[in-house]
Each structure stands twice: as structure tokens, then as C-alpha cells.
């Protein structure tokens, strides 16, 4: 399946592969990445892998198997990704890289141990050695091999360091097929048996703190954590908004409205008599036009700008960090604090957002944080539309329907807390070391996403285009917008062809805002169209995973919800506002 945060996941035969497991966040989806080609997104805190990923590639022509496996500290699962995991194992395999944190060696032998008591060979790729050396940490890698019984390799996988002698040494057990010794240990003999390996072949000198590391600590302060946390999103609202905005109005669109679009009207024009399909391809609402506008002139520059952002923060280590600030707020709906890190997600993509929810405890919180994303979080495609529509016309409003967001996700995710059955688990969140993140990583992240954005955005919206512009061209605008004309005119104060934007919004979030750019709106109707824009129906991919992760009932109710709260709020903002402009 993939979707705006790729994710790989197939019917696998584990049996002849190679796992790739250990902690979470220890570097193995960056280790699967590097060692298959194959472009999977990392991040630098817990629960990025979710699912399975498996990848086929071949080394001195030998044909391998790796899956890369959601991380996990125990065999003992807590949550369904841990869940996968655990499966994974039972199921068998030819061999297991287990990844160990060399920052958090203790904790990561544990896992390492309870591996030991399945009948499969194991190598160890002994992670962020990097990171350890920096901060004085010293381990007896022949000594540590010893204690294990196994191969442990030095890697610092971002730069490749390591990799391939874990490679060679996972594929030498793999064809070996040797007998296995297995160890099995009660839990105070495997904690006991860890704490005396690590007592000897772990040496840590103290150093003074970096500037980054003392960073790291202050960011998790109320002060000064909260005043870096207000810096950190007003650079964020200003790199996407304004940055947007320049690269929207100086580059793209004089680019596209006066180079591109001319040429292919004229080209165009040329070939294919006037007539109702000549408008179809470059009329007002034209596919061709249309087509190249809304998504690459419009839309592009701040989806890009948001995933620059959006990585650098992720691969930097700080969105665990701001779990921990806003962790207070966060459980007032009901939501222990790391779960900021997918519903940061939700402003990038609904879908990665939601699988993300695997990671959380319970299934409560993971019905909380699917409402609040499916409902007010508007995505990346989304926002972009916004900026569009509503930066030229009116910073206020702007603000208001970011104001009208955050207010929702508060007051449904307080009442969701006290309607759901169940509680919240206390937060348990590993908090990784902050980091400058690896450029070459960086790049290949935001070109992943803006890849994938293209690619799954660009076939929808034409759709959306097509059937914009055959219900226009045709006339058929007129039909729907009598029979909506209740709705839309009389409840919403939009105009009857804004009609059009109920249909679109169907088929993509932005696509409930797009069509109203050209038309020639009042602000108190830009701000009624944006508003039920914002709460409308989760787009179709999102439906698709709600099905999947929730059941159809589920999906049908957040969906039937989002929208009656999408027309009710959008005609009650109408009606007050109006009722306000009336009085002077």
C-alpha cells in the first residue's frame, strides 16, 4: 500500500528472509534503506515503522529478503505494532540483524536476549556510535560479541559506516545454517545476566554537555522550552506562509499563467474546433489549465515548504520533545503526550497520521486522535489551498479558521474523553538524542514525499478538474446548484455554483476549497466556504484506511459526522457573521 507516507506492506514468507528488528528508533528503517535502495521514510523518534516493510535486492548475486520490522522493546506487546513484530518472529526466519542503540546499550540487551530464545541466527549491528562516542561512551565491541555469542558490528547507519560487513555477516549465518544454542532466561536472570554485561564491557566518561545536548534538555523545560516552542512554530508559520506565498506569486504562477498555459491554449486552439470540448481541455474550468494551476502553482509551494519543515523536525529529534511540553494539554483529551508526533503527521497527510495511531496504547486513544485528525486537522494540500484563498484576501480570516480548528480539536477531544469507554495510559516516551539532521537523509525524505504527493495528487485532481469542468461546460452547475440552493444559499450564503465544492471535496480535501478561488466571493463567504472546507469529509484515501483500521461502521460515522459538523458550524458561522455585518 502506498499513500502520501509511504508505506510497504505485503503477504511476506518470512521463513526465507532476514528480520530486521530492535528497539524503536534505533536506525532500522534508515539501515533497511540504505541496504535495499528501496525509499522508505525515517525519523528520528518511536513508531515511524508501524507496519512490516519487505525489500528484494541482490548482493554478490545472492538474492535477499530484509524486512524491516516494527520496533519493539519486548516481546511481550503492548501495542499493535508491537503486535506485528511479535508475529513476524513467531513465523520464523533465516536470519535476525538485531540493531542495538549503543546510547542505550542496557536497555536495547534486554530485546536482544529475548531474541536469543528463537531457534534463528542473530548478527548485531551495534547503532549511533556516533552519537555514543560524543557522548563518552566506550563499549568492548569483542567483549560485548562474546558475552552475546554472535557477530557485533560498529555502524553509524546514516553514513553508511558498518553496513555492509552487517550485510556479509548476516547472509554468512543465513546460507551457515548452524544449530542455534538457544538461551532462555526468566526475566530477573535476563535483567541480571544484562546488567553484568553491560558493567563490563560498557565504559562511560563523563564529558561536558554540547551546546545541542544542553539544547535537547532545555526544550523539554517549561522554561525555556515553551518560549523556543513559540520561536519554533512562528519560523515555521513564516518559512511555509511567506516562503509559499513569495515562491507562489514571483516564480510559479507568472511561470505557468503567462508562459506555459498561453502555449498550450494556443497549441490547443489550433488542433480542436471551439465547441464544448475545447472548454473542457482550456476553458475557464479546463482540464489542461486548471490541471497545471491548482496543483503546481497553487498547492506545491507550500506542500514543499511544509515538507521541508516537517522532516527537518523530524529527523532532528525535537517533535518528542514538544510531546513532553505539551503532554499537560494533550491529556485533557485524552492523549498521552507522544502522541503529537502523528498528529503533527495529520498536518502533512490523514493517512500516515492514522496508521501512526498503531503505535498508542489503547484503542481509545487511537479513536481519539483518528476523530480530531479526520475532523480539524487540515492536511498539507489542504493548508496550501487555504494560504491561497484566503492570504491575498484576509490574514484574519486566515487566522480565524486556524483559531476555529484548534478550538474543535480541543472541545470534540474533551467530550470524545469523557463519551469513550476506557483510559489513558501514562506517558511513556523515549525521548531520542537531538540531532543535526544528515542532509543527503533530508533531501531524499522531502523528495520521497513531494514525489508521492505528486504522483497520488495529481490523478485525483484531474479527475476533480475534468468533473469540475464538465459540470460547468455542460450547464449542469444549474441543476445541482437548484437543488442545493437550500443548502448552500439559503443555510451556507455561498453562491449556488459553490455547490461544486461539496462534490470535489469528496475526492480531496483541497478540492472543497479550489473551485472558490474563482469565484468572486464576499469575505464573509470566503470564511463560511473555508470553514466547512476545513471539518468537510475526509478525502478518499482516508476513508480507505478508516475502513481498514476501524471497520466500515466506524469509517461511516466519522465520515457522516464530519460532515453534518462541516455544514451545521459552516451555516452558523453565516448566520452570525452576517448578523454582525447587518449592524453596522
Partial sequence: MKKCHQIEEKNVDSKNAILLMGNPNVGKSVIFSKLTGMNVISANY????????KGDFTYKNEKISLIDVPGTYTLEATSPAEEVAVDMLKQGAGAIICVLDATNLERN????FQLKEYNMPIVYSLNLMDVAERQGITIDIDGLSKALGAPVIETVATHNKGLKKVLDEAVKAFKAQEEIQIEVLSKEERWKKVGEICEKVQTIEYREPKFIDKLGDWTMQPFPGIPIAIVVLALV???VVGGGKALRSLVLLPIINEGIVPIITDLVSRIIPEGVFLKLLVGDFGVLVKGIEWPFALILPYVLLFYI?????????????LGVLVDGILRK?????????PFIMGYGCAVPAILGTRASSSYKERLILTSLVSLAVPCTAQTGAFFSLLGDRSVF???????????????????????????????????????????????????IRLKHF????????????????????????NVIGTALEPLVVGWLGLPKEASISLLLGIIRRELAVMPLLDMDLSIIQVMVGSVVA??????????????KEFKLKVALILSGTTIAFALFFGGIVNQVATFISNLF
Avoid at 46 to 53: A, R
Avoid at 416 to 436: F, H, Q, R, T, W
Fill in 333 to 341: 483529551l485524552g492523549l498521552p503526550g507522544g502522541n503529537i508526533v
Fill in 46 to 53: 518511536t513508531g515511524t515503522t508501524v507496519t512490516f516493510t
Fill in 237 to 239: 508559520l513564516g518559512i
Fill in 454 to 477: 505528486l504522483v497520488e495528487a495529481e490523478v485525483p485532481m484531474m479527475i476533480g478538474i475534468l468533473l469540475a469542468a464538465l459540470i460547468f461546460e455542460t450547464g449542469f452547475i
Fill in 309 to 321: 519543515v516537517l522532516s527537518f523536525l523530524e529527523d532532528s529529534g525535537y517533535l518528542p520533545r
Fill in 109 to 112: 540487551l534486554n530485546l536482544a
Fill in 534 to 547: 476545513l471539518f468537510y469529509i475526509p478525502c478518499l484515501s482516508v476513508f480507505i484506511v478508516l475502513v
Fill in 397 to 447: 480570516v486566515l487566522i480565524f479558521v486556524y483559531m476555529i480548528s484548534f478550538v474543535a480539536i480541543v472541545v470534540v477531544g474533551v467530550a470524545l474523553n469523557k463519551m469513550l469507554p476506557g483510559k489513558s495510559a501514562p506517558m511513556l516516551l523515549e525521548i531520542p538524542n537531538l540531532l543535526m539532521p544528515s542532509k543527503g537523509t533530508l533531501f531524499k525524505k522531502i523528495w
